[in-house]
C-alpha cells in the first residue's frame, strides 16, 4: 500500500483483504484494492487502476450498483465541510466533460481530507 499505509489507522477504513474478498469479482487481471471508505451503507474502493462506487440501493439493500471510474477520467473532484468539527462532509468527483459532478455526502467516521488525499494521489500522480 506504501502511501496510503498512515491513513489504515482512521474509522471508516476498511481493509484491503476484505474488500478483495468482497468485490474481487469486480477487478480486472493485476488490479489491486489498495484502500476502501465505508460511508453508511455505501462503499468506495480505490484500486490502483480506479475508483470503484458501490452503492447499496432501496430500503432492503437488495439492489446494489457498482460505478467504475477510471482515474484518467477524472477532471476535478472538491471537498465540502463547514469545519474541523462538522459532522458532514461532501466529496464530488467530475468525471469527463460531464458537468454534474457525482456527489456524496460523509459522515464524520471518513475523515474527508484523508480520502480526498487518497484520490488525489492517483488523479494527479
Same mark, same amino acid.
Given at each position: 500500500?506504501g502511501l496510503?499505509?498512515?491513513?489504515?489507522?482512521?474509522?471508516?477504513? $476498511?481493509?484491503?483483504?476484505?474488500l !478483495?474478498?468482497?468485490?474481487?469479482?469486480?477487478?480486472?487481471?493485476?488490479?489491486?484494492?489498495? #484502500? *476502501?471508505?465505508v460511508?453508511?451503507?455505501?462503499?468506495?474502493?480505490?484500486?490502483?487502476?480506479r475508483?470503484?462506487?458501490?452503492?447499496?440501493?432501496?430500503?432492503?439493500?437488495?439492489?446494489?450498483?457498482?460505478?467504475s471510474?477510471?482515474?484518467?477520467? $477524472?477532471?476535478?473532484?472538491?471537498? !465540502?465541510?463547514?469545519?474541523?468539527f462538522?459532522?458532514d462532509a461532501?466529496?464530488?468527483?467530475? #468525471? *469527463?466533460?460531464?458537468?454534474?459532478?457525482?456527489?456524496?455526502?460523509f459522515?464524520r467516521?471518513?475523515?474527508?481530507?484523508?480520502?480526498?488525499?487518497?484520490?488525489?494521489?492517483h488523479?494527479?500522480?
Amino acid at each position: 500500500m506504501g502511501l496510503l499505509s498512515g491513513i489504515i489507522g482512521n474509522a471508516g477504513v $476498511i481493509d484491503a483483504e476484505k474488500l !478483495e474478498s468482497k468485490y474481487g469479482q469486480l477487478m480486472a487481471e493485476g488490479e489491486e484494492v489498495e #484502500i *476502501g471508505f465505508v460511508v453508511i451503507r455505501d462503499t468506495y474502493v480505490f484500486t490502483n487502476k480506479r475508483l470503484i462506487i458501490v452503492d447499496i440501493q432501496g430500503m432492503t439493500g437488495k439492489k446494489t450498483s457498482y460505478f467504475s471510474v477510471p482515474y484518467s477520467k $477524472i477532471t476535478k473532484f472538491s471537498i !465540502e465541510t463547514a469545519g474541523h468539527f462538522d459532522l458532514d462532509a461532501e466529496l464530488k468527483i467530475w #468525471i *469527463g466533460s460531464d458537468d454534474t459532478p457525482v456527489a456524496k455526502k460523509f459522515n464524520r467516521k471518513v475523515n474527508i481530507y484523508d480520502l480526498q488525499r487518497v484520490l488525489a494521489t492517483h488523479v494527479l500522480g
